[in-house]
């Protein structure tokens, strides 16, 4: 189940750089941000934690590097954004996405494949650690409110 989870985060990350890719904007840029960052924190600070089969470090910090060109490429590509390089933006872009959809195969092949060997419990627990992070929109009320 967590498996699905993560891989359907990674395609739903991948739909939002194509929207990007075909209209580069900083409002669309925004979200993907977000959704990269809550992404590679779940990672990065609870999920590869986790990981006890030793003959999996390796990978994790190779993948922990990857994260860093992503975030990297992804910064440039706000300020290309900022400063209305349209096409650099997209240049920038095509990069992170290169690299990332490496990086996603590489995680779905590996890290997932041990999370998912996991107890139901145990996964339902990790999916638990990341819902506490999430914030429902600013101005949302409970229904008996508005
Ligand atoms: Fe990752
Ligand atoms: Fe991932």
Not at 28 to 49: Q, R, S
Not at 90 to 114: C, N, P, T, W
Request: glycine share 4%; proline share 2%.
């Amino acid at each position: 189940m967590l498996s699905l989870v993560l891989t359907l985060d990674h395609r739903r990350l991948e739909g939002l750089i194509d929207e990007l890719l075909a209209n580069p904007n900083l409002s669309l840029y925004g979200v993907i941000w977000k959704a990269y960052k809550n992404h590679i924190y779940w990672e990065e600070e609870i999920l590869f934690k986790r990981v006890t089969d030793t003959s999996l470090l390796a990978i994790i910090r190779g993948l922990e590097t990857e994260h860093g060109s992503m975030w990297i490429l992804l910064k440039q590509t706000e300020e290309l954004l900022r400063s209305n390089e349209i096409e650099g933006a997209r240049e920038k872009i095509r990069e992170f996405m290169r690299v990332l959809l490496e990086h996603d195969g590489a995680e779905e092949g590996s890290i997932y494949q041990f999370l998912e060997s996991l107890s139901d419990e145990e996964q339902a627990r990790l999916i638990l650690e990341d819902i506490a992070l999430a914030e429902p929109p600013r101005d949302w009320k409970c229904h008996a409110i508005t």
